[in-house]
Structures are given as structure tokens and as C-alpha cells.
């Protein structure tokens, strides 16, 4: 029998804001006792990915990658600061980066997290979620993405409380925020790749039921063309087993950009690699 160490969730030590954050580590960046407040962020950051409000609600939370990679980095240097607690916290700053995909957010932070701390759940299965995203396994992903969504998953033996901190990483699985922003950002790497796919392979790889999902999804997800201010929605057209993506010199330049078996998603890990080149 598991239970909840304490109802209230953890924005436990009220966080700083987003500007107060910038302020602190252009001053203090490496100083250990900045960790308390730099924790309190990263929960923040989470509660907000959590909570049913759009983002854009709450400005005085926004994600901060210099700041998480701050606090693992004193963690790094100062390790007695990480913990047990500490060890869940990390997993935090993680799940906020894997929710940058395809930016390579979460590869800057791993190299910077021991092999200890990478090797325990729940920071093991993001790890392993980082490496479906990066490898275009996309299918793959949902499954193992979903098992941090249960709080008592990976519970090290003779654990009966889920900590304050796991609980919440679970919340955030769970809510709609995470699974769309991940969504939205696989399916704009899907339709710079291809021009049409099967529409059995798109519904697999962004773990919707069915075609009228995908029409709802793919009607909220909206592109451009370069050097156009009009907008269109990123699915042109669904008809029978086929999936039409709105037209964009990315996936209308390449020879044959229709799916095809045995390409398998190689194709979009290379144009994810050019696209993420370029964003540098």
C-alpha cells in the first residue's frame, strides 16, 4: 500500500519568479546555497506544465534551462546537496527537457547527470524516452512515457510513500500540456519529412484512435510558409489510409516524399538533425 507523503504539492518553498531567477544567477550562479530556490523552480516549472493553465497564464513561471542546468550542475560539484530528494528533482529538470524535443536540451542536461542517478527510475525512463524522440521512434515513446504517469512506478524496495516530488512529475505525464506539446512538436517533424504517409503510421506515431483525432489535432497545429504571414493547418487532407500534409518546401523538395515501408522514421531523424543544425 503506497501512500502520499502530504496533500499540498510541492511549489513548497514559494518560488521566485522568472526575472527574480535571471537576477539570481547572474549573481550568485555557483553558490551552494542557492540550490533551495533554484529546487523551488524547477518544481514550478513542473506545477505549471501540470496545472490546466495555458502557459502564456502564467508568466512568472517560464521554463529556464540555464537554471536547471545550474542547479544539476551544483549538484555535480556539491553532491551531497543532491540526495534522495534530490535525485527526483533532477528527474524534474529532465522531464522539462525532454518536453524541448527536438531542441537538444535534454542531451546538454544528461551529460551533466551521473550514470548513478541516470540509472534509477524515473530519471532511467526518461532516458529511454529521450533516446525513442531522438531515434524517431515515436510509436515506441508512448508506452514508456505513460508508466511515469503512475507515482508508484520504479519505487525502490521498501518504499511505501511516493515523495511529493514523483507525485508531481506524474501530474504533469497525466495532464494534457505535456502530451500535446510533444505531439505537436513530433507531427511539424513528420510533415517537413513527408508530403503524405500512411495515415495507420501518423495515427502510431502521435498515439491518437482515430482519423477524426488526427482531423481535430492536426486542425489546431498550424504552419506557415517561409516569408508568408498566412497560416494554414498542418494537415491538408485525410482520404481513406492516406494523410496529406499542408505543402512546405521541406517536404515538397524532396525527391518522392511520400512514406514509404522500409524507410522507416530514418528520414525524419535525418531532416531532424538539418533542422536543429540550422537552429543553432
Known amino acids: 500500500g503506497f501512500s502520499t507523503s502530504s496533500p499540498q504539492l510541492t511549489t513548497m518553498a514559494a518560488s521566485l519568479s522568472h526575472g ?55 549538484y555535480q560539484f556539491f553532491p551531497h546537496l543532491e540526495g534522495e530528494l534530490g535525485m527526483t528533482i533532477t ?31 524515473p530519471c532511467a525512463t526518461l532516458v529511454r524516452c529521450a533516446e525513442l524522440l531522438e531515434s524517431c521512434h515515436f510509436s515506441e515513446f508512448w508506452p514508456e512515457f505513460r508508466k511515469l504517469g503512475i507515482p508508484e512506478y520504479g519505487a525502490r524496495e521498501g518504499e511505501t510513500v511516493v515523495s511529493e516530488d514523483r507525485r508531481l512529475l506524474s501530474n504533469a505525464v497525466n495532464g ?57 493547418p498542418i494537415v491538408e487532407n485525410i482520404e481513406g489510409d492516406l494523410v496529406t500534409f499542408a505543402a512546405s518546401e521541406e517536404n515538397m523538395k524532396r525527391v518522392g516524399s511520400a512514406y514509404k515501408e522500409g524507410v522507416s522514421y530514418d528520414d525524419v531523424a535525418s531532416m531532424m538533425f538539418k533542422t536543429t543544425l540550422r537552429g543553432q
Open 176 to 232: 494534457s500540456t505535456a502530451s500535446s506539446r510533444i505531439r505537436t512538436n513530433m507531427i511539424n517533424m513528420l510533415a517537413r519529412t513527408y508530403r503524405s504517409a500512411p495515415l495507420a503510421v501518423i495515427l502510431a506515431a502521435l498515439d491518437l484512435k482515430d482519423a477524426d483525432a488526427l482531423k481535430e489535432f492536426g486542425s489546431e497545429v498550424m504552419v506557415s510558409e517561409e516569408g508568408s504571414e498566412n497560416e494554414t
Open 20 to 74: 527574480e531567477i535571471q537576477a539570481l544567477l547572474s549573481e550568485s550562479a555557483y553558490d551552494p546555497t542557492v540550490c533551495p530556490k533554484l529546487e523551488a523552480y524547477v518544481r514550478a516549472q513542473v506545477s505549471a506544465v501540470a496545472s490546466t493553465l495555458v502557459a502564456s497564464e502564467s508568466p512568472d513561471v517560464q521554463y529556464c534551462f540555464d537554471a536547471n542546468r545550474t542547479l544539476i550542475k551544483l
Open 91 to 121: 528527474a524534474l529538470a529532465a522531464f522539462l527537457a525532454l518536453l524541448q524535443f527536438p531542441e537538444t536540451d535534454f542531451m546538454a542536461l544528461a551529460c551533466l547527470i551521473p550514470e548513478r542517478v541516470q540509472s534509477m527510475e
